[in-house]
């Protein structure tokens, strides 16, 4: 039996013939085809019910109508697959932090995704809503753990999820809140000091110091290096590259919403700057499109 709109899709049960009889039977339970990117789709519906069938395809129908991955494969998809994908693209790209996202096995078994796992074990990749996430910080912050390090964990869990949807694994990718991090190193320069300097700074030079009070990093060695390849805004990462730092490790320092707003700005900024002069800008932080070497006349200026 076969219920259908031409042309979208309908619901149906799978004809069998019972091997013990001979007799031509039909499936208990419903079964729905539909379109999606010019593909035709089957999948079961689990349910016995024709109501809750015809539901499931008008959803389909709609995802499949604006773009958005559809099937069971999307239905299938878990915690697991997604840790394994993070996991492989941070293999395939060479990333030396795959320790503090994997562990030191790099299987998943610790560092970010550890924790990650300990929360979202056995939950399909659908269910991980932005309340469940609010829900995963507030656990995280029950356990005593460092906002920079949920920050990480919940930037981690982020890149996943928008690996897994470029591969048409998952239908969205749910907003995420990082957490606001106290990097002003207290006893040395309290906020409203460095905000009364900042403000008497020159404008190429206020982001970079923005930068470093936010990260902690150093203003000549690690700031103002930064080219824009070090830059993630969507996946959520400052880079300082293996040998840059003073210990030689790498760092992957979270996208807090402060430091995102800066280098979306510090980014349309160059963009427009590579417009109007018809050139390539690859640092960060430039005056006029040069990179920035000396600032100590600008700050002797400034207090």
């Known amino acids: 039996m076969s219920l259908s709109n031409r042309g979208m899709g309908g619901i149906y049960r799978q004809a069998y013939t019972d091997r013990r009889t001979g007799e031509k039977k039909q499936s208990a339970v419903w079964w729905i085809h539909y379109y999606a990117a010019g593909q035709l789709h089957r999948e079961s519906t689990g349910s016995t019910n024709e109501a809750r069938a015809y539901k499931l395809l008008k959803q389909r129908i709609g995802a499949a109508a604006h773009g958005k991955p559809v099937g069971s494969a999307v239905e299938r998809t878990s915690f697991e697959d997604l840790a394994q994908m993070l996991i492989d693209d941070y293999k395939a790209n060479g990333r030396k932090s795959l320790r503090r996202i994997a562990g030191n096995n790099g299987d998943g078994g610790g560092g970010s995704l550890g924790h990650l796992r300990e929360y979202f074990s056995g939950t399909r990749a659908k269910d991980i809503t932005t309340d469940r996430i609010i829900a995963y910080t507030a656990f995280r912050r029950a356990e005593k753990a460092e906002a920079a390090t949920i920050n990480r964990e919940l930037a981690a869990l982020k890149r996943a999820i928008r690996l897994a949807a470029r591969a048409g694994k998952v239908a969205q990718v ?15 320069f309290e906020p409203e000091q460095f905000q009364a300097v900042l403000k008497h700074l020159p404008d190429h030079l206020k982001p970079v ?22 830059v ?15 210990n030689y490790e790498g760092r992957m320092f979270p996208m807090t919403p402060e430091l995102t707003g800066i280098l979306a700005r510090q980014l349309e900024r160059t963009r427009q700057l590579e417009k109007a002069t018809e050139r390539i800008i690859p640092c960060v932080f430039h005056r006029d499109g040069t990179p920035i070497k000396d600032y100590y006349d600008a700050l002797g200026q400034s207090v």
């Open 174 to 188: 749910p907003d995420f809140s990082l957490l606001r991090e106290d990097n002003a190193r207290k006893g040395f």
């Open 209 to 230: 110091f923005q930068v470093a009070y936010i990260t902690g990093w150093r203003v000549r060695s690690e700031v103002l290096t930064r080219r824009w390849q070090h």
């Open 232 to 246: 993630d805004l969507e996946g959520g990462w400052l880079r300082l590259e293996p040998g840059e730092s003073k």
